[in-house]
């Protein structure tokens, strides 16, 4: 690739995943069809068998990872329509455990993990700063005496420091598990289909609810995911995980890149680490309120304070979807225009992400907007206003548009 063309990329890469790749060259913007960037950075145990299926390489929070395969749009439906695997072994996972393992995670979460009373019962959480901003987002795992904490491949370094220094003060332990990677397969044959090749524990996955995993020896399967659609997030050691992935493709399952999966998730509605949310955004202004238990009320867990005070000033902002049913594709930090809030005032809020989703086949989005936003905005693009709508997210489960 021409340097000068290397420099001029514009990439939205974020921990759990991406929203746009293009290139620009003077006033042209064009999609850009990435081979050979290699050895950018770290590899998981599957980086042969993308290079197999002839997926097109990019770094991705200093991983080499699959952006698509060939097609991002065949892969994004094959997942609402069939089964499709994402390689998301650059993510880490986290054991706590030690007699004080509970008390820990009720001060450093905002979600509280004493609701989780069932063995194999998950909780998606905020882990918050002093001020109330998000240091990232993760799913918390109840199990046998010990928790399993799922964090983003970016933020790791960040998160492990924050971790480890807030345990500390607790009878407890960290231990990052390396050595494990993992798979997601997801949409609506994707059960059925891990079953067909691991037949042996059948049993188990059946037995699993939504947002509930249970282990297996070494290995643990999840019945969570981030598109939208059913399926499981299988934790393998790394050195079966070949074996494991070349037993999906030859049951039908097809591998997805990060592409798809940020399409996937958009619909879904799901927040992204870094774009809808950051160590400066309150969950309370992206839409993850639902997220913090308030009760009991004498849990003081870290951000507290900053968000009760914000709560007593009046929360100013929120998250909402956006669709756009004419033209034209909405992308992150277009500016969103709102008329009405005040006699003759116009405000503005900020897209966080945007795309075009190949499901509904219109652009769709997720914007931070004055907290008194109607059901009406105007989106800025290329100078001019186009009249946009706001709906209540998600814009797509389990294949089908849920909005009005």
């Known amino acids: ?34 081979t050979d960037i290699k050895n950018m950075g770290k590899q998981t145990p599957l980086y042969q068998q993308h290079l197999d299926a002839n997926g097109k390489i990019v770094d991705f929070g200093g991983w080499d990872m699959p952006i698509h395969y060939g097609s991002q749009l065949q892969e994004h439906n094959v997942v609402r329509e069939d089964a499709g695997m994402f390689d998301v072994s650059h993510m880490t996972i986290v054991d706590i455990e030690g007699p004080e393992a509970l008390a820990y995670l009720q001060k450093l979460l905002a979600n509280d993990v004493a609701k989780l009373t069932v063995i194999g019962k998950a909780l998606y959480t905020g882990m918050l700063n002093e001020e109330g901003g998000v240091i990232d987002d993760l799913i918390v795992y109840k199990m046998d005496g010990w928790y399993r904490t799922v964090v983003n491949c970016g933020t790791r370094e960040k998160d492990l420091a924050w971790m480890t ?6 009878d407890a332990t960290l231990t990052e598990r390396s050595e494990l990677a993992m798979v997601a397969v997801q949409g609506p044959n994707a059960i059925a289909k ?35 659609e059913d399926g499981l997030e299988v934790i393998v050691p790394a050195d ?27 619909e879904a509605g799901m927040n992204l680490y870094g774009n809808e949310m950051d ?39 929120k998250l909402v979807g956006i669709v756009l049913e004419t033209r034209g594709v909405m992308r992150s930090h277009q500016k969103v225009v709102i008329e009405g809030l005040g006699e003759g005032v116009s405000c503005e809020g900020e897209i966080t992400s945007g795309t075009f989703s190949p499901t509904l086949q219109h652009s769709i989005a997720m914007a931070r907007v004055p907290y008194d936003t109607g059901s009406e905005c105007n989106i800025e693009m290329r100078g001019k206003l186009i009249p946009a709508r706001i709906v209540k997210m998600p814009f797509v489960r389990n294949g089908k548009k849920i909005f009005e």
Do not use: H
């Open 240 to 266: 079966e995980v070949v074996g494991f992935w070349q037993a999906l493709l030859a049951a039908g399952v097809a591998p997805a890149g990060l592409g798809a999966r940020d399409t996937l998730r958009l």
């Open 279 to 317: 160590d400066s955004v309150s969950p309370l202004d992206a839409g993850m309120g639902w997220t913090i238990a308030w009760e009991p009320s004498d849990r003081d867990f870290i951000g507290r304070t900053a968000l009760e005070a914000q709560k007593a000033d009046g929360i100013k902002t």
């Open 165 to 170: 220094k807030k345990i500390e003060s607790f």
């Open 194 to 228: 891990v079953k067909q090749v691991r037949a042996e524990q059948a049993d188990l996955i059946d037995s699993l609810n939504i947002f509930q995993g249970l282990p297996d020896g070494e290995w643990f399967y999840a019945r969570t995911g981030y598109t939208g």
């Open 1 to 34: 690739m021409p340097t000068r063309l290397f420099l001029a990329l514009t990439i939205n890469l974020r921990d759990a995943n991406l929203t746009l790749f293009r290139y620009t060259c003077g006033p042209f913007l064009a999609p850009l069809a990435f």
